[in-house]
């Protein structure tokens, strides 16, 4: 097995498909009938989640910061970031949308947001209309989750894989809420190696951009480094050795029955069921993005 991890050091990724680009043009023709925006973050990686250029995007339109995957997270470290945003002066609703009751937070932050709107209109002595309220954030945080939740039932398609969504689409919900629900977004080029290789522990990039055995290695170190319990028992490790990395994976690869003929170890699997761990919800109560990083 080669560790790639040092020549990913040197590099920048470049992912940007042109839906991408299509769709931040989309949105910006669309603006002027936004009346809310809900950006969605993963509560896991709050911080690497967060579009880096969306303030230029969205035009100081009124927004709650919608943080997903509470259920997943490390509540008390994701707490941290949620003050860490409320103190910037963001409205911010942590949820978990495997609850029924998950949105109900959301709506009413919606309602008290656009009450001047409502009430200009009711002034003038129009009916009052349809809130539109536009879904944006990076590949794979629960956007399509989310508006299904909203909605009632399922009118998003769902997939936890990036680049489910492909256009903009008016969907409505059960409530006065009309949502505009896009594809996901990233920004053109990730010069961080940290947010690049958080970003490919959650499955907001695929799989095929970094070399898998750099960000398995990744997430054996975050939880080495902050849930080594979970190490533990998942792994059977007392802590990583990035010097022998060879005799980690050996060690987990046995454990996994990742085994090829010879009695070899198979690496590549290894990879990938400790990707697939994550994605797959088998490891939780977990947050990667730390302020001391």
């Known amino acids: 097995m080669v560790n790639e991890e040092k020549s990913f050091q040197k590099s920048s990724i470049n992912w940007y498909p042109g839906h991408m680009a299509k769709t931040k043009r989309l949105i910006n023709e669309k603006s002027k009938l936004i009346d809310v925006v809900y950006e969605v973050i993963d509560a896991r990686i709050p911080n690497s989640s967060k579009i880096k250029d969306i303030d230029d995007l969205l035009k100081n339109k009124p927004r709650i910061l919608i943080m997903t995957k509470k259920d ?10 949620k003050k860490y945003y409320e103190e910037k002066g963001y409205i911010v609703a942590l949820v978990d949308l495997t609850q029924n009751n998950s949105v109900n937070e959301i709506i009413n932050l919606t ?20 809130i539109k309220a536009l879904v944006i954030g990076i590949p794979n945080v629960g956007k399509s989750t989310l508006i299904n939740r909203m909605a009632g039932r399922k009118v998003a398609a769902v997939g936890n894989t990036p680049g489910v969504t492909k256009n903009l689409n008016w969907l409505k919900t059960s409530s006065d809420i009309l949502l505009l629900d896009t594809p996901g977004i990233l920004w053109p080029k990730l010069d961080k190696q940290e947010v690049a290789l958080n970003l490919a522990s959650f499955t907001a990039i695929p799989r095929d951009i970094l070399p898998v055995d750099s960000v398995a290695i990744h997430i054996l170190n975050k939880l080495d480094k902050y849930y080594n319990n979970i190490l533990k028992e998942r792994y059977g490790l007392d802590y990583i050795d990035n010097d022998d990395i060879e005799m980690v994976y050996e060690k987990i690869g046995r454990r996994l029955g990742a085994i090829i003929s010879g009695g070899e170890i198979d690496y590549d699997r290894v990879s990938k069921n400790i990707l697939e761990d994550i994605k797959n919800e088998r490891i939780k109560g977990i947050t990667f993005d730390r302020f001391d990083d």
């Open 72 to 81: 997943l997270c490390d509540l008390e470290v994701t707490l941290k970031w």
């Open 111 to 130: 309602h008290k947001l656009t009450k001047n709107v409502q009430d200009k209109r009711e002034e003038k002595g129009l009916i009052k209309r349809d």
